[in-house]
């Protein structure tokens, strides 16, 4: 497959409402055992119910920047919602919610940046990539009249319609990544293109790291993109196949692939596991028609930490049985070698440094923190969660706060390692 000429990959960028008409099925994290949300067609009826229904699942959130001594909240919704809290917890309720898009659209990701002298909210999923003024959020919250608003991003980036999809959908963005060094915003995607980068300030598409010549063509998801610019303009990339991708953002050149389970087993001396049944000889768990995934990375400094699970081929099992495992594992990002890993009985769904703790901290499947040594690797406690099944996790520096978010439309807010507070979407 040759690449798209500019001109046409930028025309077919340009900002246009997105069809309702829901063509391709769409494989995003793993269950729980509740299934409060389900896999399957992006119609799935989880999505049509009421925007306010605690049914709905929260896939991101991210705290603001402290303005005036406040910090806020701020998390998207599987029914098209960002909800914005008080982080204080003076109210469990959101201040406002945002209706991004239609009820029927999921989206996956929120994130802070700053860019040329603003504070942007960076918004993905269904739609694209949604680009709002954090501004535009504070004069609504101070002139609030109803709970529900509307407010227009500034910019809006859709992936070109994908090869993959007969239909010509545009696929979803699950995650992004800036680099401020460059202005440049990646997006994960779900199609054989993988990973979008756009400059923000001509607000065009530069390339994709995919296509044939890069050898990324399978249309794999990808869960997650990891921009590290002082490294080099290193650019990180996970998801279904397995692997953690490493490639030059600058050329947007490949430049290594490492399959977990490989590495894994290859390094079987620095392996530890967390579950019964030792035997990691053939890594047991992740055979017999499983996939490994990769689900969740963050870096604290030199060191990445990437998390993720085994799924099965049709997608459909639930992740509690006695032969699923998932994992952890850390980087030497500079050499690229691999650090250490833990093999789990549950297969987690997103991971994050915690500076305050010098602990990375997982959560997935299990409803439950799971905490890691940053320089060892090694699990150092767990703490329980109201969402059965954890799908973001966020954390603030000052005042220090994790939190946890995921099924039921709550998230769990922890002072260290002790639960705080609850937030109901």
């Not at 701020?74 to 919610?97: H, K, M, Q, Y």
């Not at 998390?307 to 992740?319: A, W």
Request: glycine share 10%; with cysteine; aromatic share 10%.
């Amino acid at each position: 497959r040759h690449p798209l000429p500019p001109t046409i990959i930028e025309a077919m960028i340009r900002l246009s409402p997105l069809s309702t008409d829901f063509a391709a099925s769409k494989r995003k994290f793993f269950r729980s055992t509740t299934n409060e949300y389900s896999y399957g067609s992006r119609s799935s009826t989880s999505c049509k119910k009421s925007r306010l229904s605690t049914s709905c699942t929260l896939f991101g959130s991210a705290f603001s920047p402290t303005l005036s001594g406040k910090t806020y909240l701020v998390a998207c919704t599987s029914n098209g919602l960002i909800c914005v809290w008080d982080s204080t917890g003076a109210s469990t309720e959101p201040i406002i919610r945002v209706e991004a898009t239609t009820a029927d659209k999921v989206l996956y990701d929120v994130q802070f940046i700053e860019s040329s002298g603003d504070t942007l909210l960076v918004v993905s999923g269904d739609p694209g990539i949604l680009l709002y003024k954090w501004s535009a959020f504070l004069n609504a919250m101070d002139n609030l009249i109803d709970g529900n608003v509307v407010l227009e991003p500034i910019a809006k980036f859709k992936p070109h319609p994908s090869p993959s999809d007969a239909f010509g959908e545009p696929v979803e963005i699950n995650c992004t990544s800036y680099s401020a060094v460059d202005n440049m915003l990646y997006g994960g995607a779900g199609d054989a293109f993988g990973c979008y980068q756009w400059d923000l300030r001509s607000e065009k598409l530069v390339g994709t790291f995919g296509g044939a010549e890069n050898n990324r063509c399978s249309g794999d998801y990808l869960h997650d993109v990891l921009s590290i610019p002082i490294n080099n303009h290193l650019v990180l990339t996970a998801g279904e196949d397995g692997a953690i991708t490493f490639w030059d953002g600058k050329e947007r050149k490949l430049i290594e692939t490492m399959n977990v389970q490989n590495t894994m087993n290859t390094n079987k001396q620095s392996v530890s596991w967390q579950v019964q049944n030792k035997g990691f000889g053939s890594t047991q768990q992740w055979s017999s028609g499983s996939n490994l995934w990769v689900s969740s990375m963050d870096n604290k400094g030199d060191w990445l930490a990437a998390v993720g699970g085994s799924e099965s081929g049709n997608n459909m099992s639930l992740r509690s049985g006695p032969n699923t495992a998932g994992f952890m594992a850390t980087w030497h990002l500079p050499t690229r070698t691999f650090n250490s890993g833990s093999v789990t009985r549950e297969s987690y769904n997103a991971i994050t440094y915690n500076q305050n703790l010098d602990s990375f901290v997982s959560g997935g499947n299990n409803g439950r923190l799971t905490f890691w040594d940053s320089a060892t690797g090694e699990c150092t406690g767990r703490s329980g969660c109201t969402p059965s099944m954890i799908y973001t996790l966020s954390c603030n520096t000052v005042p220090s706060m994790i939190v946890a978010g995921g099924t039921g439309g709550s998230l769990d807010c922890f002072i260290d390692r002790v639960k705080a507070s609850n937030f109901t979407t």
